[in-house]
């Protein structure tokens, strides 16, 4: 659009309801402050500058809500008098001239930019005022939107509503989008003479109507517009998002076998081809290429899998790893801050951390490389097509070159030339006998214990 806009959101309440230390809109969903998923949102729909109402946490809920393209100021609404007392805490950011006016709140992150863009092409159409609305089949306790004409008249609350306006199903989601050359007009004619003392932003609809403009009401899905009070809902969102994103990438080329139990972030790339198993879960920064297979019970975060690689099952891939085309991480395998390199096999049992695998080299079963001393970070380079034993470990920072191979049961703490053999560990002794005399020994002390 070629319209200016103002985004306001709304992300001052207590949100008591949460029972939580934080505010309600720090809370995440898919790994993510859910009041970053309505700016994301807001973002998709030309909107460039947005205004936000902070109350408790203001700091950082403002950080939270800082997303790419999209400048945020915020206003900080210091009591709690309704939604139109919130939406004129921003007052200085409308004073300053926006086609449109758009009102969101921090805590309905499924919201996608069709609605928002629906709303504003509303404005654009000739309204003053365009609710965004949804139907139902279970309307009570929403406002409903009584329309006649295709125009929208009022919103009825259902305490007020007659037993008639009470089968209506089109209800009020809260969001809605305003006539900014008109904005401070209306929302100044808000008064607070009810029953709570408190301004309610769904009066602008029959202020608009009575100043000579027009009120319309636009549609939306309903899981869209779900709004997060407490745990049991922050839970059911996560759910539905999980749900929509799922179907997403299936859509999109990738196949999984259970994808209820498959858990994405936010930001998850999962390229075509990709075979995940069941109980997979994805943090934040994790980037799939295409072709690759990922085992059942993985856990991979801030890591990036080339295509055909595999990983797992029972594998965690923490940030930093970065598997090449071709490579494996197994079973019971833990890679951190490392490069596994083409074709090169971590297939069991083994921790890799602060390290680069060679192409084609191949790491036994129980290896681990020892990167910390306890105050400091140390890294391991292994070469190309090197054999590292089972058992073995590998004390940073050290080199193995292209070809070497250290044998099975190895502490290694000096750097190992190209082709060598390496061996560390101790010469194994034999002690006929020794094995029966302990033993006997043993049970004579637990017998004399026992009496």
């Not at 949460?18 to 729909?45: D, F, N, W």
């Not at 139902?136 to 409903?144: E, K, S, V």
């Amino acid at each position: 659009m070629t319209r200016t806009c103002l985004a306001i959101i709304l992300a001052a309440g207590d949100s008591t309801r949460m029972k939580s230390s934080m505010s309600k809109v720090l809370h995440p969903i898919a790994g993510r402050p859910m009041i970053a998923h309505v700016v994301e949102a807001i973002s998709r729909t030309d909107i460039s500058t947005a205004a936000l109402v902070v109350g408790r946490n203001a700091g950082e809920v403002t950080s939270a809500a800082s997303v790419a393209g999209i400048k945020v100021e915020s206003f900080l609404q210091k009591e709690r008098l309704g939604t139109g007392h919130a939406v004129l805490a921003a007052r200085d950011a409308i004073a300053v001239g926006y086609d449109d006016i758009l009102v969101a709140y921090g805590d309905v992150p499924l919201i996608t930019d069709g609605p928002l863009r629906a709303a504003r092409q509303g404005l654009a159409d000739g309204a003053d005022v365009v609710v965004i609305g949804f139907h139902t089949d279970r309307p009570t306790g929403y406002g409903r939107l009584l329309v006649k004409d295709d125009e929208l008249i009022a919103i009825r609350e259902e305490k007020d509503a007659t037993d008639a306006e009470r089968t209506v199903t089109w209800c009020n989601s809260g969001l809605m989008a305003i006539n900014g050359r008109k904005a401070l007009e209306l929302l100044d004619h808000i008064r607070n003479d009810n029953a709570k003392s408190e301004f309610y932003l769904t009066d602008l609809v029959e202020i608009a109507r009575s100043l000579g403009g027009r009120a319309v009401a636009v549609d939306a899905p309903e899981q869209e517009l779900t709004g997060c009070n407490n745990r049991a809902e922050l839970a059911v969102i996560e759910r539905l998002w999980q749900e929509r994103r799922r179907h997403e990438l299936m859509l999109s080329g990738v196949s999984m076998i259970a994808p209820e139990t498959v858990f994405l972030a936010y930001d998850t790339v999962i390229g075509l081809d990709v075979l995940i198993e069941p109980n997979v879960v994805f943090g934040p920064g994790a980037v799939i290429d295409s072709g690759a297979v990922i085992h059942a019970f993985s856990h991979i975060e801030g890591a990036h899998v080339s295509a055909g690689a595999t990983v797992g099952p029972f594998a965690r891939l923490r940030p930093g790893a970065d598997l090449a085309d071709g490579s494996k991480v197994g079973n019971f395998c833990e890679v951190k801050n490392a490069r596994i390199g083409e074709g090169a096999k971590v297939s069991h049992l083994t921790y890799i951390g602060d390290a680069t695998i060679g192409a084609g080299s191949n790491i036994g079963a129980g290896t681990i490389t020892c990167n910390y001393d306890g105050v400091n970070k140390y890294e391991t380079h292994i070469g190309k097509s090197a054999f590292v034993g089972s058992n073995s470990s590998l004390v940073a920072p050290v080199t193995i070159g292209d070809g070497a191979y250290i044998a099975s049961g190895s502490v290694i703490t000096e750097d190992v030339p190209p082709d060598a053999l390496a061996l560390g560990r101790a010469r194994q002794e034999m002690k006929p006998g020794r094995a029966k005399v302990i033993r006997e020994r043993a049970l004579a002390l637990k017998a004399a214990r026992k009496r």
